[in-house]
């Protein structure tokens, strides 16, 4: 049974080393390719031999990868299906853990390799500088731990999308309830929030159990690798050469004394508004005027329409790269049961094509996701040409410069939703997310740069340390009488569970996607043409260089962030 939306993709390049029928999930037929690639690799005489064999590795790499995304995709689509389940953990338990230490070989030989010096330095010093990373970390013995930190994922993300509640004689998943939180009625709200987290918190003995493990896992993986905790190590994992992790502490600090002004006179404006004495959580995403909830669209093929309308104002090449994603049917975007929470852009690598995964329910939010799905879309799209595969993808930070642009260069023709009125309004509630995702970013990321410095902790102290967190990014809102809710809220936050300390990097990339905006509001032709000569290079350059190309300037710190914040304090006063 084929569980995947798509079928029969083409192939961007013709194979030209990988047999055209392999068996994935068979190790015998994969083995084979990594022992011709060891072996030729010594009979490279010239630097175009070596330069074919990185061509050849590509070629595997893309191909097995491709294997994988559809695995994982058909996974998170039908987390209720026992054989998109059994299919994905065969490749977690079975190819994954063999292709690790062939990989790791093959990354030792052209390391190693005498010809390696003689290649062109401007083209593979990325490569060159990412490969001899992972020599250095790999550890045999991480392997089988990486198996088991792969499967707890698994399970968080099995759990989370079995989740339902009973709504007025109906079932609902906990993604379909949101949108009555935009709702006039303070009591439907009430009711809608406080059945949400009583359901979560049901679950949170599980939970922590399944995070423990992680955590666990997580440091033995960082001692093996000769890491005294796992934020050092996490840092070189994920190739951060350009901050540290005391970077990352400035920037929650700069966004404490820039942003978190802003985010409490929102608050107040909001609780004046709405005639309240304080801010319930049930009252933060309802329309502070008590009108009608923004309703952008009923069915998602509207969302997919209107959307193609936005790309079709702000850039033919864009519009004619989401009309290829409908045409092959590389979208799936409703919210159903049995559905993985969240959203998120898969690459195709052998297609070189993007997959997009969303839970649209009708709400503006989801028109923001799929605006910014869109623009990981984009990415990859731009890249097609690139035919070393690490190249085509860039670092996660430049990657949501990408999407997070997207949102802003993209709202701008949001009347394709929306009449005038709430057009208006939906651009006032994106600026304002904007501002409002900064503190929780902080939050986030500071509470695991806790976690991983923190070995041995116990649970009452990891809740503490995520409440003063709270306490100091949270706001000005009233959580009386529910403060288990408050003291577990990062039990819905996918990345920590999934992706550890993947998520400083969406604030980074905020502050980057500010500024190609901030271009585009003196220049839109130009602000347009840097955006996609910055995703055109893929991962080929630096993280700095990345930026400079999109024109935008690779900082994070008070100094960067300031003039952004008053440019969106502007924007948003024109907006009341």
Same mark, same amino acid.
């Given at each position: 049974?084929?569980?995947?939306?798509?079928?029969?993709?083409?192939?961007?390049?013709?194979?030209?080393?990988?047999?055209?029928?392999?068996?994935? &999930?068979?190790?015998? *037929?994969?083995?084979?390719?990594?022992?011709?690639?060891?072996?030729?690799?010594?009979?490279?005489?010239?630097?175009?031999?070596?330069?074919?064999?990185?061509?050849?590795?590509?070629?595997?790499?893309?191909? /097995?990868?491709?294997?994988?995304?559809?695995?994982?995709?058909?996974?998170?689509?039908?987390?209720?299906?026992?054989?998109?389940?059994?299919?994905?953990?065969?490749?977690?338990?079975?190819i994954q853990p063999k292709l690790k230490p062939r990989e790791f070989k093959l990354s030792?030989?052209?390391?190693?390799?005498?010809?390696?010096?003689?290649?062109?330095?401007?083209?593979?010093?990325?490569?060159?500088?990412?490969?001899?990373?992972?020599?250095?970390?790999?550890?045999?013995?991480?392997?089988?731990?990486?198996?088991?930190?792969?499967?707890?994922?698994?399970?968080? *993300?099995?759990?989370?999308? &079995?989740?339902?509640?009973?709504?007025?004689?109906?079932?609902?998943?906990?993604?379909?309830?949101?949108?009555?939180?935009?709702?006039?009625?303070?009591?439907?709200?009430?009711?809608?929030?406080?059945?949400?987290?009583?359901?979560?918190? *049901?679950?949170?003995?599980?939970?922590?159990?399944?995070?423990?493990?992680?955590?666990?896992?997580?440091?033995?993986?960082?001692?093996?690798?000769?890491?005294?905790?796992?934020?050092?190590?996490?840092?070189?994992?994920?190739?951060?050469?350009?901050?540290?992790?005391?970077?990352?502490?400035?920037?929650?600090?700069?966004?404490?004394?820039?942003?978190?002004?802003?985010?409490?006179?929102?608050?107040?404006?909001?609780? /004046?508004?709405?005639?309240?004495?304080?801010?319930?959580?049930?009252?933060?995403?309802?329309?502070?005027?008590?009108?009608?909830?923004?309703?952008?669209?009923?069915?998602?093929?509207?969302?997919?329409?209107?959307?193609?309308?936005?790309?079709?104002?702000?850039?033919?090449?864009?519009?004619?790269?989401?009309?290829?994603?409908?045409?092959?049917?590389?979208?799936?975007?409703?919210?159903?049961?049995?559905?993985?929470?969240?959203?998120?852009?898969?690459t195709l690598a052998e297609s070189r094509l993007p997959f997009i995964f969303m839970n649209?329910?009708?709400?503006?939010?989801?028109?923001?996701?799929?605006?910014?799905?869109?623009?990981?879309?984009?990415?990859?799209?731009?890249?097609?040409?690139?035919?070393?595969?690490?190249?085509?993808?860039?670092?996660?930070?430049?990657?949501?410069?990408? /999407?997070?642009?997207?949102?802003?260069?993209?709202?701008?023709?949001?009347?394709?939703?929306?009449?005038?009125?709430?057009?208006?309004?939906?651009?006032?509630?994106?600026?304002?997310?904007?501002?409002?995702?900064?503190?929780?970013?902080?939050?986030?990321d500071a509470f695991q740069h806790w976690i991983y410095s923190h070995p041995g902790h116990?649970?009452?102290?990891?809740?503490?340390?995520?409440?003063?967190?709270?306490?100091?990014?949270?706001?000005?809102?009233?959580?009386?009488?529910?403060?288990?809710?408050?003291?577990?809220?990062?039990?819905?936050?996918?990345?920590?569970?999934?992706?550890?300390?993947?998520?400083?990097?969406?604030?980074?990339?905020?502050?980057?996607?500010?500024?190609?905006?901030?271009?585009?509001?003196?220049?839109?032709?130009?602000?347009?043409?840097?955006?996609?000569?910055?995703?055109?290079?893929?991962?080929?350059?630096?993280?700095?260089?990345?930026?400079?190309?999109?024109?935008?300037?690779?900082?994070?710190?008070?100094?960067?962030?300031?003039?952004?914040?008053?440019?969106?304090?502007?924007?948003?006063?024109?907006?009341?």
């Open positions: 049974m084929n569980l995947l939306p798509f079928e029969n993709l083409p192939i961007a390049k013709p194979r030209s080393f990988v047999p055209a029928q392999v068996d994935w &999930s068979d190790w015998n *037929q994969i083995a084979p390719l990594y022992d011709q690639l060891e072996t030729r690799a010594a009979a490279c005489k010239t630097p175009a031999d070596l330069e074919r064999w990185l061509l050849d590795w590509s070629e595997l790499n893309a191909a /097995s990868d491709q294997d994988s995304s559809e695995r994982y995709i058909a996974m998170t689509c039908h987390t209720d299906s026992p054989d998109a389940e059994k299919a994905y953990l065969h490749l977690v338990e079975n030792q030989i052209f390391i190693d390799h005498p010809l390696r010096a003689k290649l062109p330095q401007a083209r593979y010093e990325v490569l060159d500088r990412n490969t001899e990373l992972q020599v250095q970390l790999y550890r045999p013995e991480n392997v089988d731990l990486e198996t088991e930190e792969a499967k707890l994922s698994q399970q968080y *993300q099995k759990l989370s999308g &079995s989740l339902t509640v009973n709504f007025r004689g109906a079932e609902k998943t906990l993604v379909q309830m949101a949108r009555f939180l935009e709702e006039p009625d303070r009591a439907l709200r009430q009711e809608t929030w406080e059945l949400v987290v009583n359901r979560r918190l *049901q679950e949170v003995d599980k939970i922590e159990d399944i995070f423990d493990e992680q955590v666990k896992l997580r440091q033995q993986i960082a001692k093996n690798a000769g890491f005294k905790n796992y934020v050092d190590y996490a840092f070189r994992k994920s190739r951060r050469f350009d901050y540290t992790p005391a970077d990352c502490l400035q920037f929650h600090d700069a966004i404490e004394k820039e942003i978190m002004p802003v985010v409490k006179e929102l608050q107040g404006e909001r609780r /004046s508004q709405l005639q309240l004495p304080s801010l319930r959580p049930w009252d933060l995403g309802v329309d502070p005027f008590n009108r009608q909830p923004l309703r952008p669209f009923e069915q998602v093929d509207k969302m997919v329409s209107c959307t193609q309308k936005i790309f079709n104002q702000l850039d033919k090449s864009l519009a004619g790269g989401f009309q290829q994603m409908q045409d092959l049917r590389l979208l799936d975007l409703a919210n159903r049961k049995g559905k993985a929470p969240g959203g998120y852009q898969s649209a329910v009708g709400v503006q939010r989801d028109v923001e996701t799929m605006l910014h799905e869109a623009g990981h879309a984009f990415h990859a799209l731009a890249t097609r040409g690139e035919d070393l595969y690490p190249y085509r993808d860039a670092p996660i930070e430049f990657c949501e410069v990408a /999407s997070m642009s997207m949102e802003l260069l993209g709202n701008e023709f949001i009347e394709n939703f929306y009449a005038a009125p709430e057009a208006k309004r939906a651009r006032r509630d994106h600026l304002e997310g904007i501002v409002k995702v900064f503190p929780w970013i902080a939050t986030v116990t649970r009452a102290e990891r809740r503490a340390a995520w409440e003063k967190l709270m306490d100091r990014f949270g706001g000005d809102v009233d959580w009386r009488g529910h403060e288990p809710a408050r003291g577990y809220l990062w039990h819905r936050q996918l990345h920590i569970f999934l992706h550890p300390f993947y998520y400083v990097e969406y604030g980074i990339a905020q502050l980057g996607a500010l500024q190609v905006w901030a271009n585009s509001k003196r220049d839109k032709v130009k602000a347009l043409a840097d955006y996609k000569k910055g995703l055109a290079l893929g991962g080929s350059r630096p993280l700095p260089e990345l930026f400079a190309a999109a024109g935008c300037r690779f900082e994070f710190n008070q100094a960067t962030m300031k003039p952004l914040v008053n440019l969106v304090r502007t924007e948003l006063a024109k907006l009341k």
